[in-house]
């Protein structure tokens, strides 16, 4: 559970707050094995048994006061007594992992109807028909990945949709399909219920048995354009090719799965493979409304396109989440598909929406491997709770709230790299006190459940021949063949200090944390108020900010009339802290996810962006918005580890490779004045390929890598990360001008800011 603030030292008071310009917040991730400076929590039983305050209804932690018969809260200063049970559970120094350390993980006691829940986990692909040859190769690929992916003891379920839905039995020699005609109409309902066309037993096969079978069932897959190439066939099959009825193959799923919630699963996941846009029967989408209408200056085409278009895939969600199915989107086009509508579907039941353009270089296959091979926790409940003298403010994230307690979260499905943010208010006037000792409190409380593999034993051995032995050993593999259910708490209590002045709070900055914040306010503004709104919001803010600082510093006693702006240092040339902030503010107005319809960006990979950014970390999404990159001398050797984004640092750079990582793209180039002895493409075992496989390593999902040799290759790719010879200003197209000019207009702004 790893847990980053905005600033170390928090603000004294609502005063010192407005005064900074600063947001105030934090970023959590809270199925991370371990926290933000590498500690693993401490283990433990008895998470039921940890005292709670009477009054707020936080967890008893290490920073609470002791004695025999009372505690008192370490987060509203509530006293609270001790049971006889609690006091025989403390009795001794280091009885209780609670006791020990501030960040414990505890099981918890199952209910009735957790202890009798099956385990095994299922998977079901559901795959677009409505497709191509390309397309199906790579989700044939990208399942075979997933396969290997599976512990033993793992259901799969093989669907396809088209205007029909298919269902596979393939636990026979030989594949047998069950199709389902879907309705055209828009509220259409199915002419046979599923478990009527195939009971769920027969669909859903165990991996370790069937691996070769769903293999060759998808060997079977045609695209709908190849099922007539005779030109023979007759009636509905031949009238209806090409319907893409996503959204009732969706439904019917759901309920499908869901009629077994709890008795053959605990939690379902769906990987739906899409190739377009749902054309067909209910939960079908105007693609029309993207059309060149959109790309005359006279119309706001983001503010048109980034909302839902109808609330089918929101309200399947929902019901998704009765259900207990997880839902992932693995959408492979450049076709319009509106995104905008179908994110609700994955991101509200806690899947994951993957956008591939195209099959060439599609990394489809291991982000498949790679999300199924981590380990993910589900129906989780997140609570963050503060001292009396601040709260929690907007929340950020895939999860959706408690309809009845506030600041309660639901996440339906959470891996270890799922963030969610949260910003601060204060809930008085005058702040944290000056005259105490105590300080700011966070806690957050993580409740979740994992599914436990069975537990492997050795085969008897020679010196295991006893026949009663053998047995044992037989009945035990027997009983533990099945995985089982673990519900457990993780709880995570933090202080905080308090800044005495607006040095301390700015040299206090965590400028990660501050773009997460940043990322997340201006995707709600964009989807409200259109991306034009979310830029000014942004450039609004750095503005806000250096004013501010500057006020702090005095560097503008004399100067307020000055049109030159040479008294304003909007670079923070005093904080190292901020320093970092306007080239990522810059970089981020750069990114595709707040630019123009009109510089070509695609609403679809707009949306796909929101949906990736808002559940980055901090470090990953400041990958993502300032690229790192880094010289090499050769292959072996490091030059440089960080260079500017610009062309003219490769100019002054000696070193002739350059490695760039942008988090979903790697890129290797070699310069054109790069000696010709040099090997081209790296060998796999220098220490550049060594940095690379470590990057990839540790990514939540695979990046692209690419190797560009100048004067050779098309090194466009590689330039157009090169962001700061281009301009942001407020045409926002690129031109001549870059970062330099636009500290120059926030410059000129500040000064106008604090006439």
């Not at 193959?249 to 939690?267: K, P, R, V």
């Not at 601060?424 to 409740?447: C, I, K, V, W």
């Not at 533990?480 to 933090?494: A, N, P, Q, V």
Request: proline share 7%; with cysteine; glycine share 6%.
């Amino acid at each position: 559970m790893a847990l980053r603030a905005t600033v170390v030292r928090f603000p004294s008071d609502p005063d010192a707050q407005e005064s900074s310009g600063l947001p105030w917040g934090v970023t959590v991730t809270p199925f991370a094995s371990k926290d933000e400076n590498g500690n693993s929590p401490v283990y433990g039983s008895g998470g039921d048994l940890i005292p709670r305050c009477e009054n707020c209804w936080a967890y008893y932690n290490t920073y609470c006061d002791q004695d025999q018969w009372a505690w008192t809260c370490s987060l509203c200063g509530t006293l609270n007594g001790l049971s006889s049970e609690t006091i025989a559970r403390y009795s001794l120094p280091e009885s209780a992992p609670e006791n020990i350390s501030s960040f414990v993980d505890l099981e918890l006691p199952l209910d009735g109807l957790e202890e009798d829940m099956q385990a095994r986990p299922v998977y079901v692909a559901a795959i677009d028909l409505a497709s191509s040859e390309e397309f199906l190769e790579l989700t044939k690929s990208a399942l075979l990945a997933a396969l290997e992916a599976l512990a033993p003891g793992s259901l799969f379920g093989l669907a396809t949709f088209s205007h029909k839905l298919g269902l596979y039995d393939v636990q026979g020699p030989i594949p047998v399909v069950k199709n389902v005609f879907l309705p055209s109409d828009s509220d259409g309902t199915l002419p046979i219920e599923l478990e009527d066309a195939m009971p769920l037993f027969s669909f859903l096969a165990p991996v370790e048995t069937c691996k070769d079978r769903i293999a060759s069932a998808l060997e079977t897959l045609r695209p709908t354009s190849s099922w007539d190439s005779t030109g023979s066939g007759q009636g509905l099959d031949r009238i209806l090719l090409g319907g893409r009825g996503f959204g009732l193959a969706m439904e019917t799923l759901i309920s499908y799965l869901g009629s077994e919630h709890g008795n053959t699963f605990a939690l379902a996941r769906i990987f739906a493979f899409l190739s377009g846009p749902p054309d067909y029967g209910p939960g079908q989408l105007d693609t029309r409304r993207y059309g060149e209408q959109y790309a005359s200056k006279g119309e706001d085409a983001e503010l048109a396109l980034l909302p839902e278009q109808t609330p089918f895939y929101k309200d399947l969600a929902a019901v998704a989440v009765q259900a207990g199915v997880c839902i992932d989107i693995l959408a492979v086009t450049n076709e319009y598909t509106d995104l905008a509508s179908l994110k609700f579907l994955s991101i509200d039941s806690g899947g994951s929406l993957f956008l591939y353009p195209n099959t060439d270089d599609s990394t489809l296959p291991q982000d498949m491997y790679r999300m199924l091979s981590r380990p993910y926790a589900f129906n989780c409940i997140m609570r963050l709770r503060t001292s009396s003298e601040f709260k929690p403010g907007n929340s950020y994230g895939h999860f959706f709230p408690d309809p009845q307690y506030e600041n309660v979260q639901h996440i339906i499905c959470c891996d270890s790299y799922a963030t969610y943010a949260y910003d601060f208010d204060f809930a008085n006037n005058y702040g944290f006190s000056r005259h105490t000792s105590e300080l700011p409190m966070l806690q957050l409380a993580f409740q979740y459940t994992v599914v436990v593999p069975p537990q492997e034993f050795p085969t008897p051995g020679s010196g295991l021949t006893n026949r009663y032995l053998c047995l044992c050993h037989a009945f035990l593999c027997f009983a533990l063949s099945k995985y089982t259910i673990k519900r457990r708490l993780r709880i995570r209590t933090m202080q905080f200090e308090v800044a005495r002045n607006m040095n301390e709070l700015y040299d206090s900055v965590e400028h990660e944390v501050v773009l997460s914040i940043l990322v997340h306010k201006v995707i709600l503004a964009s989807l409200s108020e259109g991306v034009r709104e979310g830029r000014m919001l942004l450039h609004d803010w750095l503005v806000i900010l250096a004013a501010q600082y500057n006020d702090a510093c005095k560097n503008v006693a004399n100067g307020y009339g000055s049109s030159t702006g040479s008294l304003i240092d909007v670079t923070f040339s005093q904080c190292p802290q901020l320093q970092p902030l306007p080239r990522l503010v810059f970089a981020l107005l750069r990114n595709p996810l707040l630019r123009f319809h009109e510089e070509g960006i695609h609403p679809d990979y707009r949306i796909y962006l929101q949906c990736l950014f808002s559940g980055l970390e901090p470090s990953s999404l400041h990958r993502a918005i300032y690229p790192l990159l880094t010289s090499y001398a050769t292959p072996d050797k490091l030059a440089y580890p960080r260079h500017s984004l610009s062309r003219a640092a490769l100019l002054t750079s000696e070193s002739p490779i350059f490695f760039l990582d942008a988090f979903t793209t790697l890129i290797v180039f070699y310069s054109s004045t790069a000696d010709p002895t040099l090997p081209y493409p790296p060998p796999h075992d220098c220490l550049l390929r060594t940095t690379i496989n470590k990057v990839k390593q540790e990514r939540s999902m695979t990046p692209r890598l690419m190797f560009i040799r100048g004067g050779q290759d098309d090194p466009t790719p590689f330039e157009n990360y090169l962001i700061e010879e281009q301009d942001v200003d407020g045409s926002g197209f690129a031109s001549v001008m870059g970062f330099v000019s636009f500290l120059e207009e926030i410059s000129q702004s500040v000064l106008e800011y604090m006439k």
